[in-house]
């Protein structure tokens, strides 16, 4: 084969041109960040790092609703806690009542307390977060109590049906208790047994006070394990938030790996490809600026 100047000149343009697609490519890159930007680039790594940010997306929803579902949970277990502590205050009065050592008028103003409480509590459990009442179950646009000021009696506007968060495929869990819930106690519905205890007071009668001192500590069991319930929840929603967080992290990781650059590959091939080139030129200006006389 014989090789002339223009076979030399040809495979020196196609090296060149080479060089600079390559520089233009690497300079994209770095430009940009990514080095797979079409799928013409990279079919498997790019479909596979959509297919990632799709999962990303979702757990982040998942991670939102968790995230509502928790601040709601906590407001309602600090509400709940609180509750405990009132009703420890009338089983307190309770005992002191079931005592010879008071008369009609301790009595009398005791049972002033425990309705005064009573108010309290039911009022506590009327509380909204944004436009819903956390304690009203699925009729969180009512509210769940209403105390009646002429006879004190509370009426229950809740459901058995407990607020749930989306936490994953397929897994639900409730944020709160209903209010149904929590009325319904071994002793009957709550209220109801706090005003008959309320009565009891007003009619000094000891021995029925007495009797309620069983009622009471089946009422204050029952809201306790109902915050345990609630507790627990809220530790499985803590858990999934934290695995949410890590997972998020690690596809990242995944998504960067597969169609970011290599920012210290890319700075290297760059200086490689600037060699290449610079070497290229100077071969160039050796082998081609020979003319006629050169060979005389």
Known sequence: MRVTQKLLFGNFMRDVNKNRSEAGQIQSDLSSGRSVRVPSQDPVSFQRARITQEN?????????????????????????GKMIDGLIEIKE???????????????????????GLKVTLANSLNLSYGDRYLFAGTNSDQQPFEVDDVTGNVTNNSNATGPIIKAGDGVNIEFSVTGSELANTASGDLFVVLNDLEQAFRNNDQATINN????????????????????????????????YESSKITQNADVSKLVDTDFAEAFSEMQRNQVAYESAMAVHSTMFNNTLLDYL
């Open 56 to 80: 990303i997306r979702k757990e982040q929803q998942f991670q939102d609703n968790i995230d509502n579902g928790l601040r709601q949970g906590r407001l309602a277990q600090d509400k709940l």
């Open 93 to 115: 009065l309770t005992v002191r009542g079931s005592s010879d050592s008071y008369g009609a008028k301790d009595r009398e103003s005791m049972a002033d307390q425990i309705q």
């Open 212 to 243: 309620y001192l069983g009622s009471m500590d089946n009422v204050i069991e029952h809201v306790t394990d109902l915050t345990s319930k609630l507790g627990n929840n809220i530790n499985r929603m803590e858990y999934m938030f934290e695995q």
